[in-house]
């Protein structure tokens, strides 16, 4: 088969496009997060794409995409057919998409990237770097790898449940919000959380990052069509419309209930839609979209208070974002998924309808099923792992390292430079570069204006 190069040229693009999503979630979570511990945070990010690339290269893409739609043990794993750096299949194309398998690969490669990055954000301030490396790794290679073959890599949920996940609201928001939930009650809460003001310290940042990861999503959802078909400008179409309902849903219910709207309120909620709609993009049409992202923004910015309540301390709000939101998006599937907007539900997929297009609950129940089944594994899965870094001493940093400030203690390095305009008298001062003596005179023997540049 020769390579179709338009959709080849499409892939790359959107493959850039969701690489590009994870600087700009290192921004939304480092604003997010107190300037002390800003530079860790966005380290958790940049340090998946750098660990995550290489995993994936080596086996997590033959593990999750090779033997596709095999009998037996495939159903849970794939095999070693794509492992490795080898080139003997450099020239095979990726089903009858025309697009080389290598190019496939690299897209896939930045879903998993991002999904692991995401789970970060409920471990701000206190999770060992070392700890979080090594967590990085058994995560990605016990949950995601294995779960992506199961929802996309003909395994059980997507092979034989027939339950749909069109960009990743199973594989990659559900999975790294469940695993979020559990590493951060396995770390225990920040010390003075939630008594002390532990607010977003670079608003600006928040909406920088929330603006790339909106760009970068129409490569994640739309590209996941894997062609340019009128599915891909459905799914292009609905990634934008749910976003800005649910930024909307968001801030009308922070108006409500606090009497103000606000900037990190916008953001979180263009991200909930963003969540949201993944998982259903290609199945639902435009207006159900509009109504999944008004009740997604609402609701996830409900949700992010249940941490309060039950005492879990989710740093950032993963659980509340990108869990609630993408079991939301999932279920919508159960009820709006449409052969009108894709075909392939009943006649490639093997799935049904939605209720409200006449399919009955059989798609809504599957939707449940396959959502509940990676909830439990990734949950459990991330628990065992955050136990043995707690139990090797690699889990939480020292009292000492929190309270200073984890960029410090992990680092040696700080985000701002917060050093006194006056400085200090040493050849490297703010006075000395600038020629003054401060306490004395000047270099001309005038009178000493140090008060006066301090001010």
């Known amino acids: 088969m020769e390579i179709d190069t338009g959709n080849t040229a499409w892939l790359l693009l ?32 940049f340090s998946s794409i750098g660990l995550i690339s290489i995993l994936w290269a080596l086996y997590g893409f033959s ?9 037996g043990v495939n159903k ?14 450099v020239s095979d194309m990726w089903g009858e998409t025309g697009i080389p398998t290598y190019v496939f690969m690299a897209f896939q490669m930045m879903f998993a990237i991002i999904t692991v ?61 469940a695993a979020a939930l559990a590493v951060a009650l396995i770390l225990g809460k920040r010390i003075g959380w939630p008594r002390e003001n532990m607010r977003p310290h670079n608003v600006p940042f928040v909406a920088l990052g929330a603006g790339l990861l909106w760009f970068g999503w129409f490569g994640f959802n739309a590209g996941s069509e894997l062609t ?38 916008a953001s ?20 159900p979209a509009v109504l999944l992202g008004l009740i997604a ?32 998006g999932s279920l919508f599937i159960g009820l709006f998924a449409t052969t009108q907007v894709n075909g392939a539900i009943t006649d490639v997929l093997g799935a049904s309808e939605g209720l409200f297009y006449g399919g009955g609950a059989t798609q809504l129940g599957r939707q449940f099923v396959g959502s509940l089944a990676v909830t439990v594994y990734s949950f459990v899965i991330a628990a065992v792992l955050a136990l043995i870094l707690k139990a090797v001493k690699l889990g939480r940093v020292s009292e000492e390292a929190e309270v200073g400030g984890i960029d410090i203690a992990d680092h040696g390095e700080t985000g701002y430079d917060l050093t006194p305009s006056g400085g200090s008298s040493g050849s490297g001062s703010a006075f000395a570069m600038a020629g003054l003596k401060p306490g004395g005179v000047d270099a001309d023997g005038k009178a000493d204006v140090s008060q006066k540049v301090a001010g």
């Open 297 to 328: 923004g609402a609701v996830c910015a409900l949700a992010v208070g249940l941490k309060y309540r039950f005492g879990y301390d989710d740093s950032l709000d993963v659980v509340g974002v990108h869990f609630v939101g993408g079991w939301i």
């Open 117 to 177: 990055a995401l789970i970060s954000g409920a471990l701000s301030d206190r999770f060992k770097f070392a700890g979080w490396i090594l967590f990085a790794f058994g995560w990605f290679t016990l949950v995601y790898v294995p779960v992506a073959h199961w929802v996309w890599g003909g395994g059980w949920i997507g092979a034989n449940l027939k339950a749909l996940d069109f960009a990743g609201g199973t594989a990659v928001h559900i999975n790294a919000g």
């Open 14 to 45: 959107s493959s850039a496009l969701v690489l590009l999503m994870t600087p700009g979630l290192a921004l939304f979570y480092g604003g997010l997060n107190r300037s002390k511990g800003v530079l860790n945070m966005m380290m958790m990010s």
């Open 76 to 89: 849970i794993i794939g095999n070693w057919g794509y492992a490795g750096t080898s080139t003997s299949w």
């Open 268 to 287: 979180s909620g263009a991200v909930a839609g963003l969540v949201a709609i993944t998982p259903a993009c290609g199945f639902i049409a435009p207006l």
């Open 228 to 265: 340019v078909d009128s599915t891909t400008a459905v799914a292009f179409v609905n990634t934008q419309l749910a976003t800005a309902a649910a930024l909307l849903g968001w801030i009308v219910v922070e108006w409500i209930r606090d009497g103000k709207p606000t900037l990190v309120g």
């Open 63 to 71: 593990l999750a995409f090779s033997g596709n739609g095999s009998e």
